[in-house]
């Protein structure tokens, strides 16, 4: 979800943005719910397919945004050269978005309302 609301509030500027999970089911589609909660807000994510993150992509990467702390401690424990370019979607606002993968629709409800506002934050910044 974050990764398409991004793309589309950056799509103007050129910006390259690409998802990838710290323990992904890799080639795996986006959660039916989150597909569902994206099509009511008309942005069809049912072609996403998740990625491992590795060493390259942190490497390469000019910005990092995770959902929690915890994955920012676990990006620069692995790359401590990562440092400095790994931030929490929900920095500005000092907020960490719960994973809802699992859970309920309200978490996941719960989770794009917290998404969404990461994503406005962020590009009112970059």
């Known amino acids: 979800m974050a990764e398409a609301l991004l ?4 799509l103007h500027k050129g910006t390259l943005v690409s998802s990838a999970g710290l323990s992904a089911l890799v080639g795996h589609p986006a959660d039916e719910q989150s ?4 099509q009511e ?3 069809d994510i ?3 397919r998740a990625r491992q993150l590795d ?3 942190i490497r390469e990467a000019d910005i990092i945004l995770v959902m929690e702390l915890d994955h920012k401690y676990a990006i620069e424990d692995n790359v401590p050269s990562a440092k400095g370019k790994v931030f929490r979607l929900g920095e500005w606002g000092n907020f960490e978005i719960p994973d809802p993968y ?10 794009l309302g917290l998404i969404e506002q990461g994503v ?5 910044k970059l």
């Open 46 to 48: 049912s072609e996403h």
């Open 7 to 10: 793309k589309n509030e950056l």
């Open 35 to 38: 597909c569902e909660l994206m």
């Open 55 to 57: 060493k390259n992509m």
């Open 41 to 43: 807000i008309g942005i």
């Open 120 to 124: 406005s934050d962020w590009a009112a």
């Open 102 to 111: 699992k859970k309920g629709k309200s978490t996941f409800v719960s989770a």
